[in-house]
């Protein structure tokens, strides 16, 4: 989300500006809408700031699009136009456009609560939640806002992903289409700052060093984040600073009252438990399409799972959609999203995206325009680098296959027959293995498809691999990690990665990297062991005891071509991408540093233990 956050204050770049042809798109806006400043009232007497941008021409009705935001809905003054709006083919066709500053943020009254927890019975007037400000927002909307057509759509990437989900749940009924795009969804299962509760260390810290600090007064001013790094090595940097608990006095985290939050409930109760829309989403009425990117390091979780959570809950009759194209964090709003650090997916995807889907979408459900031709699922392969059209997600023909580790580092489906057999590495705390090859500060978008190589030219990284395909092999849905081992301490994380090593004849593409031999990252996760059973309830290790971790990584759509191998790496750190496990069965956010031990860790491939990746197959 810092990341997302970074990006939106780049819109101010020049280069940007030539890449989304900002300035025509300035003009146009300028041209084309008037826009006003209001203070929307809300029930319970606080006022939102919001932003409206009308269409000049007034001879018809238009239907609104509206963003609800934590990261401002500047620039503000009436004369104050934006750069761009989001999709300027919606712009061009004509739409009312409505931003606005969420609860206690930039120029909005009230006090802001971090993903705050949906009421589903509101008793009185002081109860009040995003859903409610939403609705109130919406019902102001329809009174107040000129040649309004009586319907209203919402849309919002990442946080503001996080408040179209609470438009899905705020009953107004003129609210007919929610599009949810890489939406806050859980952040301690699997978005941002947890992933299957290991600390995202880097995404939680440089986030919330700015984000997270009081705003007393309305204001327009951001807050600047943690600058004082004094390296240019994050990997040494978050190395030096040792254990969580330092962060707090060390780096002034202990002023952030969601930081201290974070430390005060390090396993999965009823305080986070209530921060997850996810139970919430039944009988709803609004059509949905939740869009999300395959590589997106932050919120590729939660598109995933908000999505399925939709589609178990609510009848087969309501329109819930799910997209998913070769994007990073807010990719297909912004770019090409024709490659990805040194991969190339073949095709402009972004703006196909936002021309065959997205405006498809608005444009049917808020003005009956054209025909509802779009999929249930519409969803990018890479490898073979080609959209596809599924009626369900996971597609109908898959069927879920095993593939075992095997001796010297093999990886095929034959489970293993032999009574004895395991691997082993040394996971120390003091070295832990690095998410990515390069020295650099801020965390990457491209790590989610970097080459691994160094990675598994470490000792305490185990790689295994299939032979040379001879078909090929498509992965369509949630992969799941079955391992079996034993530690010599009482706690661990694992860290499993699906790899696509390319042959070694390979040729690059002219001005491109060589890759010959790269081992993409297709699909990477990690998950603290303690959680193995329950993430409410954690239980440690018995050392030297054999034991079953199984867990699942966020879903894929990728083909390994002929010739091509499949690889999967087992690992116990990804530093400082997240945070180091002590190896010890203690509070992780209370630790000291004289708390962190090396432990040694076994990965079994016998008959009892069969370790291995499960992968949903799509067959031809």
Request: hydrophobic share 35%; glycine share 8%.
């Amino acid at each position: 989300m810092k990341l997302f956050y970074t990006i939106l204050l780049m819109l101010l770049a020049p280069a940007l500006w030539a890449q989304r042809q900002l300035p025509a798109d300035t003009a146009f806006i300028r041209e084309n809408y008037t826009k006003r400043e209001v203070m929307i009232p809300m029930r319970d007497g606080k006022q939102l700031f919001t932003a409206i941008y009308t269409p000049k021409d007034q001879t018809r009705k238009y239907p609104i699009i509206m963003r609800r935001t934590p990261y401002s809905c500047s620039p503000y003054g009436a004369g104050s136009y934006p750069y761009t709006f989001q999709n300027m083919n919606l712009a061009k066709a004509g739409y009312i456009f409505v931003f606005q500053d969420v609860r206690g943020r930039y120029m909005s009254e009230g006090e802001f609560v971090d993903v705050r927890p949906f009421n589903p019975s509101p008793k009185s007037k002081t109860d009040v939640d995003e859903a409610t400000d939403t609705y109130d927002t919406v019902d102001w909307l329809m009174k107040n806002a000129g040649n309004n057509n009586g319907r209203v759509g919402v849309m919002g990437i990442s946080y503001p992903g996080f408040y179209a989900t609470m438009a899905v749940l705020a009953g107004h009924p003129a609210i007919k289409a929610v599009s949810p795009q890489a939406p806050v969804t859980d952040w301690f299962i699997g978005d941002d700052f947890h992933h299957n509760g290991a600390f995202m260390l880097m995404d939680g810290f440089s986030f919330y060093s700015g984000f997270g600090k009081p705003r007393p007064n309305p204001t327009m001013e951001g807050q600047p984040g943690f600058s004082a790094w004094n390296t240019p090595d994050n990997y040494d940097f978050y190395l030096n600073a040792g254990a969580l608990r330092n962060f707090g006095a060390k780096y002034g985290m202990n002023q952030i009252p969601f930081w201290n939050d974070l430390m005060a409930h390090p396993n999965y109760d009823a305080w986070w438990q209530a921060r997850n829309p996810r139970p919430h989403l039944k009988n709803v009425k609004p059509a949905v399409m939740t869009v999300g990117g395959l590589f997106d390091a932050e919120d590729c979780w939660g598109a995933w799972n908000t999505y399925k959570a939709l589609e178990k809950q609510n009848p087969s009759s309501h329109s819930n959609r799910v997209v998913m194209g070769p994007w990073v964090h807010g990719g297909w709003a912004r770019g090409t999203g024709e490659k990805l650090g040194n991969v190339n997916f073949g095709s402009a995807t972004s703006p196909f995206y936002e021309k065959e889907i997205e405006f498809k979408f608005f444009e049917y459900y808020l003005k009956d325009q054209g025909t509802m031709d779009l999929p249930e699922a519409y969803v990018f392969e890479t490898g073979s680098n080609q959209w596809k059209t599924y009626s369900s997600w996971p597609p109908q023909g898959t069927t879920q296959q095993k593939f075992y580790f095997q001796p010297k580092g093999k990886l095929s489906a034959e489970a293993p027959v032999v009574a004895a057999g395991y691997d082993q590495y040394v996971s120390d705390p003091a070295k832990p293995v690095p998410y990515t090859e390069n020295v650099h500060l801020s965390r990457t978008r491209e790590y989610m498809t970097d080459d691994q190589r160094f990675a598994a030219r470490r000792p305490d990284v185990l790689v295994y691999e299939t032979e040379v395909l001879q078909e090929p092999l498509t992965v369509t849905g949630t992969v799941i990690a079955d391992l079996w081992t034993s530690l010599s301490t009482t706690d661990a994380d694992f860290v499993v990665k699906l790899i696509d090593v390319f042959p070694d004849t390979l040729k690059a593409r002219s001005g491109e990297v060589p890759l010959g031999g790269y081992q993409m990252l297709v699909r990477g996760e990690i998950f603290r062991g303690r959680y193995r059973d329950s993430f409410e309830k954690p239980t440690a290790f018995a050392p030297n005891t054999v034991t079953q971790v199984k867990f699942e990584l966020p879903d894929v759509s990728h083909t390994f071509l002929p010739g091509h191998q499949m690889m999967i790496q087992v690992q116990s750190s990804w530093f400082p991408l997240a945070d180091r496990n002590p190896q010890q069965f203690v509070n992780i956010y209370e630790a000291k540093d004289e708390d962190f031990v090396p432990c040694t860790i076994q990965i079994h491939r016998n008959a009892k233990g069969a370790s291995g990746i499960i992968l949903p197959v799509l067959k031809p």
